[in-house]
């Protein structure tokens, strides 16, 4: 679907909707192998990925996910995990004295896990699958790890749907660069500045549709009021602090 002379990168899409065909198991075992080339801390790979085809795997997590079509729709559902389990228990195994029960161990392990989730999705759709990333999976990360059956040092950080594009959407709106890039030092920005900077987000015509049905006034009020209100991220930080402390990186 996509045009071979394209700029992969300036022209990435998120992919929601699949076709009716199989991603073969050989073209996935292939690409999460290469994708294991990834930059990982002290070369440990922290990371383990549960791969779920099984239409009735998914049903049961997909209301983890608030029930998003792509779940049911996607050729593989990929859930990568933080897992420092594995290298735990090698240590314990070759008669050593592991210290990774600890929040900067969990940091290193969810940085490791998604870099290797986005490796995943480069390569996948390098090879013509599409790919979207749910964001979800950090709100249900207790069930999702009890569904998923995950031992403790354990906890998922990532997840993607995977599949053969049946949809090709209109790019989304950026930041420009120079909101994000700061010289030698973190750049101060006037109340003016930041309002210019987020200028392509609010003068989106998406937004301005997603303003009108939210009956809100900005889109910053979207955000801050219906996708990511206080109460709902207050409320799982707290259900994701105590996923940590269950799972052994809290004490």
């Known amino acids: 679907m996509s045009n ?11 992919i929601r909707r699949y076709a009716d065909r199989p991603v073969s198991d050989e073209l996935l075992e292939n690409i999460l192998e290469r994708a294991m080339r990834a930059p990982t801390c ?17 049903k049961l997590i997909a209301p983890t996910h608030f029930n998003q079509p792509t779940v049911a729709g996607c050729s593989a559902l990929l859930t990568i995990c ?3 389990n594995r290298f735990t228990r090698w240590c314990k195994l070759s008669d ?3 210290g990774f029960d600890n929040p900067l161990s969990f940091l290193n392990a969810a940085t490791d ?43 998922p950080v990532a997840c993607l749907t995977v599949g053969w ?3 090709e959407p209109p790019l989304v709106e950026r930041l420009p660069l ?36 939210s009956g809100k006034k900005t889109l910053a009020q979207v955000f801050c009021d219906c996708r990511y209100p206080r109460s709902l991220n207050e409320d799982f ?15």
């Not at 480069?122 to 999976?137: F, R, S």
């Not at 930080?237 to 004490?251: C, Q, Y």
């Open 4 to 14: 071979p002379n394209e700029d992969y990168f300036a022209t990435r899409r998120t």
């Open 42 to 58: 002290g070369n440990m790979q922290l990371y383990s990925v549960v791969v779920n085809r099984d239409p009735e795997m998914k």
């Open 82 to 84: 933080a897992d420092f």
């Open 96 to 98: 050593a004295d592991p």
């Open 113 to 155: 896990a998604i870099i290797y989730a986005q490796q995943i999705v480069t390569i996948a759709e390098m090879e013509g699958l599409g790919t979207c990333w749910l964001g979800t999976v950090l709100y249900n990360a207790d069930k999702i790890a009890e569904i998923l059956e995950l031992p403790d040092l354990t906890i």
């Open 165 to 167: 594009p049946a949809e």
């Open 178 to 213: 120079k909101a994000v890039m700061h010289k030698e030092k973190y750049r101060k920005d006037s109340d003016e500045e930041i309002i210019e900077l987020f200028k392509a987000k609010d003068d989106f015509p998406d937004n301005a549709k997603y303003i009108a049905e």
């Open 237 to 251: 930080s707290r259900s994701f602090a105590e996923t940590l402390r269950k799972k052994g990186f809290l004490k």
